[in-house]
């Protein structure tokens, strides 16, 4: 018999590149790694990273971004993936759209075809999938995201782009003027694009810059704040490369790492009035919620203010045709599968007033919490 050779996956290629790009070996902190207090503190400490991570979303946005940045430069001149860095933070800035007065100090070829009619303007391209999508077209950028450009906004308005191979010219155009930014969302999904444009603010980037002075302040990442809730709860975690520096180890293995943060009797006393505080909103926002739903159900799909109402399901539901699938069998000679049928043995049992014997199977029933206000205590009797 032959055997024919697994392919290798294309993934190990690609992680292979990717781990050889410049900013994978970058060992100063980028602006796109402002997303989490703890996680920048690691960076700027010199961790090695202690978790390996899936890095395959990451490698896909990156093919997205480059197709659609190089399109963006040959078609519309704007100035793509170019670096701008100051002593504590650098990054490369998706792109920029100068503007004409500042455009007609570069050669030709280095000028947008268009150029921005409000000032130079700096965009940095998100991609996102379709689960978030709802998410940006409600909320728009979140704060680290707002925060990464305007560090990127900062640096070219106070330095410019950096002096370097590849880009002298613009470089020598020094500080820029920078009066837009500009968030752009890629579903990556389905290719929906979603943009967000505001003036530059002053406040903001002396805001994002002074994240990052506090940061560098720091004496290390044992007093830095963490700035997302831990594996299994926030997606950021579950890819970042420090979790386990971060996190540590759970005390036994199959718990949580969020154990680690329940030192005492006191922290045990705030998580439950946290666990009660929560269910408390939970049952409130359920209530609401089963309100409206019922209040919606003959109304037509459409846009009603800001949201759009859409309905799906309501079809007659199939289910397998058992004794359809019998006859299949016999006309096609096929042998009925005659494996005891559990469910009716265990009514049958029932039914006659008979215990259903039970066995350990090897696995262990979820662990359900239980929380309810301390009786109070009883009087003591008086003599
Ligand atoms: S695991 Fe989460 S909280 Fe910890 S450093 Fe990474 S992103 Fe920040």
């Not at 902190?29 to 400490?45: K, P, Q």
């Not at 503007?99 to 075809?113: F, G, I, M, N, Q």
């Not at 940095?124 to 728009?140: A, E, F, I, N, P």
């Not at 302040?217 to 044992?222: C, K, N, T």
């Amino acid at each position: 018999m032959t055997t024919i050779a697994e392919p290798p996956s294309i993934w190990t290629a690609a992680t292979a590149v990717d781990d050889r790009r410049p900013r994978s070996k970058q060992t100063q902190l980028g602006a796109s790694e402002t997303v989490c207090e703890m996680r920048a503190a690691h960076r700027i400490a010199g961790t090695e990273p202690t978790d390996p991570t899936d890095k395959k979303m990451a490698i896909l946005g990156t093919y997205i971004h480059e197709g659609l940045l190089t399109a963006a430069r040959t078609e519309y001149g704007w100035l793509v993936e170019k670096a701008t860095a100051s002593e504590l933070v650098r990054g490369h800035v998706d792109a920029v759209q100068l503007d004409a007065e500042t455009a007609a100090r570069l050669p030709k070829r280095l000028r947008p075809v268009v150029p921005s009619q409000d000032g130079v303007t700096v965009e940095d391209v998100k991609t996102k999938s379709t689960y978030k999508w709802d998410q940006v077209l409600r909320y728009g950028a979140t704060a680290a995201e707002i925060r990464q450009t305007y560090l990127y906004a900062g640096m070219l308005r106070e330095r410019g782009f950096e002096d370097r191979p590849g880009q002298r010219q613009i470089a020598r155009l020094g500080p820029l003027n920078v009066q837009r930014i500009r968030l752009r969302f890629i579903n990556r999904d389905n290719g929906s694009e979603f943009t967000q444009e505001f003036a530059f603010d002053e406040f903001e980037a002396a805001t994002a810059r002074w994240w990052v002075e506090q940061v560098h302040a720091l004496p290390g990442p044992h007093a830095a704040r963490r700035d997302f809730d831990g594996p299994g709860l926030d997606a950021v975690c579950d890819y970042c490369p420090v979790r386990t520096a971060c996190w540590g180890m759970p005390a036994r293995p199959g718990i949580p790492v969020q154990t680690n943060l329940v030192h005492d009797d006191k922290d045990r006393e705030q998580a439950l009035a946290d666990y009660v505080a929560g269910a408390e909103q939970e049952k409130a926002g359920k209530k609401v919620k089963d309100l409206a739903r019922k209040k919606l159900d003959n109304s037509p799909a459409g846009d009603y203010g800001p949201n759009r109402l859409k309905w799906t399901g309501g079809n007659a539901a199939k289910s397998t045709d058992v004794q359809a699938m019998v006859d299949l069998h016999e006309e096609a000679r096929i042998p009925v599968p005659m494996i005891p049928d559990a469910a009716r043995m265990e009514k049958n049992l029932k039914d006659a007033g008979i215990a259903v014997p039970q066995r350990e199977n090897g696995k262990l029933t979820a662990r359900s919490i239980n929380v309810s206000p301390v009786p109070a205590a009883k009087p003591s009797k008086v003599a």
